[in-house]
């Protein structure tokens, strides 16, 4: 492990982190994203995420671990990359105009990579400790900042936090509009090959099932299967250590196959 990243081992972003059963949240965090209007008008507009649902998502979940498990000057790299890609990412949808680099946007993709970390934790690992979840609060707002995202648009806790995903949706700001069922419908029904075709559609559903129940609705989606994460807790000590550990993935080819 490097000893010269942003976070050291013991961090509560490493040891969240490291659990890779959250990587199962992918589905979950971009139709979250998508669920602001602005931000699925960048993703129908400016990515092929009906040839490739999976790239854009493998390309944040690369340069997200990388940040938390890498090196400061590899996490630096994951950095500009990110922000040099938002700086293309603009139009107009509807009459409003919109780019990746708005910190308003910013904060809200950001804040389903904190919402789907904890809650993805929480349900298959075990709950977080109020202090540990603060903690990794106020680390993961350290990834925002090596992104982009401005420090100032944060909310100060995690109950702040809590409060502006809340007031977000219940506004109408975060709302599921035809941008975002088109992504949800890509991402839900993949275009793999037919082997993988069930498996993945199914998986996907579980994990994007722990919506927020507002978006779940508007998505269409049932909650997951009762007890699903209560076996996935119980089961999760039995995976070897290789395949449970998410820093034992080697970060350079996770970002290769990112394109990254």
Do not use: N
Not at 36 to 45: K, N, Q, Y
Not at 63 to 81: H, K, N, P, Q, S
């Amino acid at each position: 492990m490097p000893v010269d990243g942003y976070f050291d081992d013991d961090s509560a972003i490493r040891r969240v982190g490291r659990e890779s059963v959250l990587m199962l949240g992918g589905p979950r965090a971009l139709l979250m994203q998508a669920a602001h209007p602005l931000v699925a008008a960048g993703i129908v507009d400016h990515s092929r995420y009906r040839e490739d649902p999976w790239r854009r998502l493998a390309r944040t979940m690369a340069a997200l671990y990388t940040i938390v498990f890498g090196t400061r000057a590899e996490a630096d790299r994951m950095g500009a990359i990110t922000r040099a890609a938002h700086e293309r990412v603009h139009g107009v949808r509807e009459g409003r105009r919109y780019s990746a680099a708005d910190p308003d946007l910013m904060l809200w993709v950001h804040s389903t990579l904190v919402d789907t970390g904890l809650t993805l934790y929480g349900l298959c690992v075990r709950p977080l400790e109020a202090a540990a979840a603060e903690e990794f609060y106020a680390q993961m707002q350290v990834v925002a900042h090596v992104f982009g995202v401005p420090d100032e648009v944060h909310p100060r806790t995690l109950a702040d936090f809590r409060r502006y995903q809340r007031e977000a949706v219940e506004s109408g700001t975060v709302r599921v509009g035809e941008d975002a069922r088109a992504v949800a419908a890509t991402v839900l029904s993949p275009p793999v090959p037919l082997a993988l075709r069930l498996p993945l559609a199914t998986l996907a559903r579980q994990t994007a099932g722990l919506l927020p129940p507002v978006l779940r609705d508007q998505y269409g989606l049932r909650a997951p299967l009762p007890g699903a994460a209560f076996s996935t807790r119980r089961l999760l000590p039995l995976v070897p250590s290789p395949l449970r550990r998410t820093e034992r993935l080697p970060l350079r080819l996770l970002a290769a196959v990112a394109g990254l």
